[in-house]
């Protein structure tokens, strides 16, 4: 509206357009909304795929953790009820006080050792915690075994499933798709459009001069007039096709294209890498499984038993004990590797194979 400054007329103007959205344009921003909404879902259960990983694999920390708290909990057992003969016998005469000092020595750096064993085991939970998002006061107890069974799945099958089910890769096909739904939309940006127009206008109008009415009063040169419109406004795109933007979404849509290739690589390697580690472990495991553990057991076992016939000293079983304890942890970290391997193999599918 508007009002002169030396008379009281003034004027008023409404108007409304409402575009048509013809030839596409509503369908196209629609369908790059869809494709949008679609590619972020991917994204998101791509990060839950990752994240399912991560948990597993703290999982696995804190079991392992826990394997090697018992392992030290069994020998400082055993360590401490040897104490007790050993004291016998010193008492008895029938061991030199030495060896007293030596058991107590053991006892306490197995205790030791305990102790930072049973802090791994507590980072490790709340590590885990932190990852599953619980609050660190809450209570979580890890129950499982390491040792999980073995995948159901071939390499190649696995490779097709990752390939056709995969999030990450979902997600960068519909990044694709939101790019091809983008050209469309600038296209039909580039076409004719029309909208409906109408308006109102108030004009309060008049002179400064005085008239007569047909009663012959005079009065002022004054009215307030009202005018109603309406039309159609039509947008030609003689000079501008939108062609820049349709060039900038194609090449869009070819970049995306090519990341596609670059994910499906990335893919197959994982997958390829993950069943690589998967087998080592498993061929380290059963090394363990059938050359080591049970020896390294039976050895302790004739040590400590050779001791307590008098035909050994008490070095011999500490030295053989602390042996053990190396192939128990190394034991314990074979089985981390396959349980690791095993989830790798999961994180790679992209979906839980158990």
Known sequence: GGQKAISPDNNLNVGLSLPLDLN?????????????LDARRRQVADRER?????????????????????????????????????????????????????????????????????????????????????????????????????????????????????????????????????VKKEQAEGRWDASINVGYQRQDFGFNLNGLTASGQARPIQDVFHYFGGGVSITLPVRNGNEGSIAAARAAERAAARRVEFVVLTVQQEVAAAF????????????????????????????????????????DVVAEQRRYIEIENGYTDALKQVYDAAVDIERAVGIADR
């Open 24 to 36: 596409g344009r509503k369908a196209g921003r629609v369908g790059v909304a869809e494709r949008e």
């Open 50 to 182: 990752r994240l399912r990983a991560d948990v597993r694999m703290k999982a696995g920390e804190v079991l392992a953790a826990q394997r090697n708290l018992g392992v030290i909990d069994d020998l400082l057992q055993v360590n401490r009820d040897g104490l007790a003969l050993v004291e016998s016998r010193v008492r008895a005469g029938a061991a030199p006080a030495l060896e007293e000092s030596l058991q107590v020595v053991e006892v306490n750096r197995l205790d030791a050792s305990r102790q930072l064993a049973q802090s791994r085991v507590e980072i490790a939970t709340l590590q885990l915690k932190a990852l599953a998002g619980m609050a660190p006061e809450s209570p979580l107890v890890v129950k499982g075994d390491l040792a999980p069974p073995p995948s159901s799945l071939s390499q190649t099958e696995a490779t097709r499933r990752s390939i056709s089910e995969r999030p990450d890769l979902a997600a960068a096909r519909a990044e694709v798709a939101m790019a091809a739904a983008m």
């Open 276 to 315: 690589a580690q998967y087998d080592a472990a498993q061929r380290s495991l059963q090394v363990y499984e059938r050359g080591v553990r049970d020896v390294a057991r039976r050895n302790l076992a004739v040590v400590r038993q050779a001791y307590q016939l008098g035909r050994g000293s008490l070095l």
